[in-house]
Every structure is written in structure tokens, then in C-alpha cells.
Nanobody, 124 residues
Framework: QVQLVESGGGLVQAGGSLRLSCAASGRAVSRSAMGWFRQAPGKEREFVAAISRSSSIIYADSVKGRFTISRDSVKNTVFLEMNSLKPEDTAVYYC??????????????????WGQGTQVTVSS
């Protein structure tokens, strides 16, 4: 059974940084396509970043140059380093994994496994 557990969220001032972690069990993150999504109050879940099995990476335009996705195969963990945070980055951030395909995807429906989410709040 695959489990994804996010951590690292919190309250930060605009311009600050946070590092989110997604610890996986039941599946190797190095052999999977993994992604980060977020959902702000009253809005739909949106794509943030993803990394493929071959380490190809994609980002949403809104976070390019500020966020970095990475993984540690030994710790079986995926990270999202977030810098220059803005109030509009406030959301619950979710880690996700694809079940079969190993390529990246922007589409949440193509991810089979999801964590419980971690809250990120950026104050102005």
C-alpha cells in the first residue's frame, strides 16, 4: 500500500522560504513520477511541479524561478523548496504520485496516490 506523508508547511512572511517534504512508503520515488499540487480556499486544486522517473521536471508558470522540486532516493522523499513566497502561494499543498506512467503530468486526475496535505500560509 502506497502512503505519502507531507510535512514542512507553516506560516511565513512574504519573501520568505519553506521546504516541504513528502515521505513515501510502499513505492520508490526514484522509480515514479511525483508531483506537487495546491488548493487555496474556494479554488480548484492546481498543479505546482512534477518530476519524472528520468528526472525531467516541469513547473507551473506561477512558481517558475521560485520553487524547486527534487527527490532523495535514499530517504524515499520528494521535496518542494519554495522561495520568495507570496501571499497568493497560500494553500494546502499536496504530494501526489502516478501509479503506472513515469512521465510528468499537469493533470491531477493522472495521479493515483495523494498525501493528506500540509498548510502553507504566507502573510503580507
Amino acid at each position: 500500500q502506497v502512503q505519502l506523508v507531507e510535512s514542512g508547511g507553516g506560516l511565513v512572511q512574504a519573501g520568505g522560504s519553506l521546504r516541504l517534504s513528502c515521505a513515501a512508503s510502499g513505492r520508490a520515488v526514484s522509480r515514479s513520477a511525483m508531483g506537487w499540487f495546491r488548493q487555496a480556499p474556494g479554488k480548484e486544486r492546481e498543479f505546482v511541479a512534477a518530476i519524472s522517473r528520468s528526472s525531467s521536471i516541469i513547473y507551473a508558470d506561477s512558481v517558475k524561478g521560485r520553487f524547486t522540486i527534487s527527490r532523495d532516493s535514499v530517504k524515499n522523499t520528494v521535496f518542494l523548496e519554495m522561495n520568495s513566497l507570496k501571499p497568493e502561494d497560500t494553500a494546502v499543498y499536496y504530494c501526489a504520485g502516478r501509479a503506472v506512467y513515469t512521465s510528468t503530468s499537469y493533470l491531477s486526475e493522472e495521479y493515483a496516490y495523494w498525501g493528506q496535505g500540509t498548510q502553507v500560509t504566507v502573510s503580507s
